[in-house]
């Protein structure tokens, strides 16, 4: 990665740090430049921004860590409202009594190809893909991607507003580490007037 070298010895103010997988793991590296040694996590702080920590790291993962060398979860959680907004209209939040947690999420304004990611890290395995979601008139079909590669479709057009519909995909990770789940809206059912989606949480677990 352009700007983030591994050198072979570390001079100045270098912090070792253990290595936690879980949410707090990127606010360990949050501002700061990391590196990975015999599978201990180095830091020098504030010499990178938060975006390029993230990407650091999870191609840090990926290279320094082989099987047997770090005990990866088999479960992952991600609120809709941590989404990143990445093509489209900025993620909204929004207060609703009949949908369980009492929340859920959209576009502040839906359009066609409107795409929302999040980091997850997981084991490598069989797994299946939840979704905690509401479906209305005004909803679009929305492609579920697993580092690219999608995993499931769900058409949310509905006449009536539907609360609490859950959405279930299988899927195989064959590497452990640091994944990328996207959703992605690809169209629209002919009697939909628009292209939202409406997420309170997804979540990940082992296909049993």
Known sequence: ?????????????????PIRIDRSLFYVISGALAYIVDKQLYVQTGTMTVNDARAALADMLNIYFGEGGLILPVQATIWADEFINEIGASVSPFK???????????????????????????????????????????????????DGDVVGTEDYYSPTTDFNQRQDFPFTLSVGGIHELAVHVTGKNASSSDYFMHFTKLWIKQDA
């Open 96 to 146: 609703i009594d009949e949908q369980m947690y009492n929340m859920a999420v959209s576009q502040s304004a839906a359009a066609n190809d409107d795409t929302w990611v999040q980091k997850f890290v997981l084991d490598a395995g069989d797994y299946v893909l939840s979704a905690l979601s509401i479906k209305a008139d005004y909803d679009g079909i929305v492609d579920f991607l697993i």
């Open 1 to 17: 990665m352009d700007g983030v070298p591994l050198p072979d010895t570390f001079s100045g103010d270098v912090q070792q740090r």
